[in-house]
């Protein structure tokens, strides 16, 4: 059993978005919806002010609510933690951007790109129909993880199976790995430090940690 999970180490996130950015390339997301995102917080007041960088996206929750008001069965909850769309069977109802919590849904109607009415060859190239019309987020780079069931290579350690946005990222913040893998690097660093999880008091269990202090 695993149960993939993300880290994020506040302490060395410098709000560059080279995260955002890559998200933006492996996924070819269309002008408008960026399914990772780093938000900018400041805190203080003058003179002794602080500023905050905080990626945010799906949280591929334990307890999803998305999961619970989808009429279809389209988005469900896999055994190693992914939350997925069945784009299928997905019917755009809007339910699950509704219910999440932590604005991580989107849904485009009709085809858009970077530069008017046609796409230019990147884009063309990577573009995917199936999601015109549904619910879409952040998929921990699923067909990563696949790839890693199949070939026996190890997400977050691994490049080509490790999600996009932690192998781009130039401060070391951002982790992934299997939780319940006490020799993981995620169940290290959690071990290791101080965390929380965003909105926890909901229920939701996400699966994205962020990282405070050193115990």
């Known amino acids: 059993m695993k149960?993939?999970?993300?880290?994020?180490?506040?302490?060395?996130?410098?709000?560059?978005?080279?995260?955002?950015?890559?998200?933006?390339?492996?996924?070819?997301?269309?002008?408008?919806?960026?399914?990772?995102?780093?938000?900018?917080?400041?805190?203080?007041?003058?003179?002794d002010v602080r500023r905050s960088f905080v990626p945010v996206a799906c949280m591929h929750c334990a307890n999803p609510p998305c999961e619970e008001v989808c009429p279809t069965t389209a988005t469900k909850k896999r055994a190693d933690g992914l939350v997925t769309i069945d784009y299928d069977i997905?019917?755009?109802?809007?339910?699950?951007?509704?219910?999440?919590?932590?604005?991580?849904?989107?849904?485009?109607?009709?085809?858009?790109?970077?530069?008017?009415?046609?796409?230019?060859?990147?884009?063309?190239?990577?573009?995917?129909?199936?999601?015109?019309?549904?619910?879409?987020?952040?998929?921990?780079?699923?067909?990563?993880i696949d790839l890693a069931e199949r070939t026996g290579q190890v997400p977050g350690r691994d490049h080509e199976v490790t999600p996009a946005c932690v192998n781009s990222c130039i401060s070391g913040a951002m982790h992934f790995g299997d939780v319940l893998d006490p020799e993981s690097?995620?169940?290290?660093?959690?071990?290791?430090?101080?965390?929380?999880?965003?909105?926890?008091?909901?229920?939701?269990?996400?699966?994205?940690?962020?990282l405070l202090d050193q115990r």
């Open 3 to 47: 149960r993939y999970a993300m880290v994020i180490d506040l302490r060395r996130c410098v709000g560059c978005q080279t995260c955002t950015a890559a998200c933006k390339s492996a996924n070819a997301t269309p002008p408008g919806v960026q399914w990772r995102r780093v938000l900018d917080l400041e805190s203080g007041e003058f003179p």
């Open 90 to 144: 997905c019917i755009g109802c809007a339910n699950c951007i509704m219910a999440c919590p932590y604005d991580a849904r989107s849904i485009v109607h009709e085809p858009r790109y970077a530069y008017g009415s046609q796409p230019i060859a990147s884009e063309a190239a990577r573009a995917d129909d199936q999601r015109i019309g549904v619910a879409t987020k952040c998929t921990f780079c699923k067909d990563r």
């Open 185 to 210: 690097n995620v169940a290290r660093l959690l071990a290791d430090n101080e965390s929380f999880r965003m909105h926890e008091e909901l229920g939701t269990a996400p699966s994205v940690h962020y």
